[in-house]
């Protein structure tokens, strides 16, 4: 069973939305921490944003104010709303949930932001 799939990439115009989910198998339980890294070519994976089983989150620098990170707990599934998209945040999307010395991540998703 895979434990991490994404979906809801794509292509988009600049100044564009788009909204992953990453629905998270059953061994994922709402005590993980569930986050969004990218990576783009040539560049190391970065976070993008994280979110606490409290609910608490975070956000890069680049995509505050732009970028809103959601959990449903009941249907297991974090979300990323990606509003006013740039060039720059084009790059593969990955989910990752994290939970002690338990690390999950997803096989990604492709997002790309045309000028």
């Known amino acids: 069973q895979v434990p991490l799939v994404e979906s809801g990439g794509g292509l988009v115009q600049a100044g564009g939305s788009l909204r992953l989910s990453c629905a998270a198998s059953s061994r994922i339980s709402s005590n993980y921490a569930m986050g969004w890294y990218r990576q783009a070519p040539g560049k190391q994976r970065e976070l993008v944003s994280r979110?606490?089983?409290?609910?608490?989150?975070n956000y890069a620098d680049s995509v505050k104010g732009r970028f809103t990170i959601s959990r449903d707990n009941a249907a297991n599934t974090v979300y990323l709303q990606m509003n006013s998209l740039k060039p720059e945040d084009t790059a593969v999307y990955f989910c990752n949930a994290q939970w002690m010395t338990r690390n999950y991540w997803g096989q990604g998703t492709q997002v790309t932001v045309s000028s």
């Open positions: 979110i606490t089983t409290g609910g608490n989150s």
